[in-house]
C-alpha cells in the first residue's frame, strides 16, 4: 500500500484519529476523576437517562459486563450512584451525583478545547460538515457494514 493510498483508507484514517484523540482525552478526564469509557457513561445519563442499565450499554455501545465496571468506578468515585427501581427492584436507576455533574462538566470543557485545537484549520461550515457526517456514518451506514451482510452489487437508483 502507497503512502497516498493509506491516506485514502477510512480504516486508518479514523484509527489514527482515535488514537491521537484517545491519548489527549484520556489525559484531560483523569483530571476530573474519569476514564474516558467514564466520561461517556456520565454523558450519556446526564443526555439521555436509560431505563435500565442494560438500555444504557446498548446506548454506548458497550458490553454490559464492561458498563458494570465502569458504573462501579463512578460510584467509587462519588460521581454516580445506583439505586433500585421502585418498580423492579432488580434492576437498578443510575444518577449522576451533583460532584459528577460538576466533573462532567469540566471534563466536557476540557475535551472541547482539544476538539477546537484539532479542528482549528476548518471553518465553521466545514465544521458542521464534518460532525454531520460523522453522525450520519454512525448510524445506519456502520450498521449495515458491521452486520456482515455482503455489500450489494446492485446500482443505487
Known amino acids: 500500500m502507497t503512502a497516498g493510498s493509506l491516506h485514502d483508507d477510512l480504516h486508518w484514517l479514523f484509527a489514527r484519529l482515535k488514537q491521537g484523540l484517545a491519548t489527549a482525552e484520556a489525559a484531560a478526564v ?28 446498548q446506548a454506548i455501545s458497550v458490553d454490559k459486563s464492561k458498563l458494570v465496571v465502569i458504573l462501579d468506578e463512578l460510584e467509587g468515585a462519588g460521581l454516580v450512584q445506583r439505586r433500585p427501581d421502585p418498580a423492579d427492584r432488580r434492576a437498578r436507576i443510575i444518577e449522576v451525583t451533583p460532584t459528577g455533574n460538576d466533573a462532567l462538566q469540566a471534563a466536557r470543557a476540557a475535551i472541547q478545547a482539544i476538539e477546537d485545537r484539532l479542528l482549528a484549520g476548518l471553518d ?31 446500482c443505487p437508483p
Not at 474519569?34 to 450499554?57: D, I
Not at 466545514?126 to 446492485?154: C, F, K, N, Y
Request: aromatic share 4%; hydrophobic share 45%; charged share 20%.
Open 124 to 154: 465553521d461550515t466545514a465544521r458542521t460538515v464534518l460532525r454531520d457526517a460523522l453522525r450520519h456514518l454512525a448510524g445506519d451506514p456502520i450498521a449495515t457494514v458491521e452486520d456482515g451482510r455482503p455489500p450489494s452489487t446492485a
Open 30 to 57: 483523569v483530571e476530573h476523576g474519569m476514564s474516558l469509557w467514564g466520561y461517556t457513561v456520565l454523558m450519556a445519563v446526564v443526555e439521555a437517562p436509560a431505563p435500565t442499565q442494560l438500555a444504557l450499554a
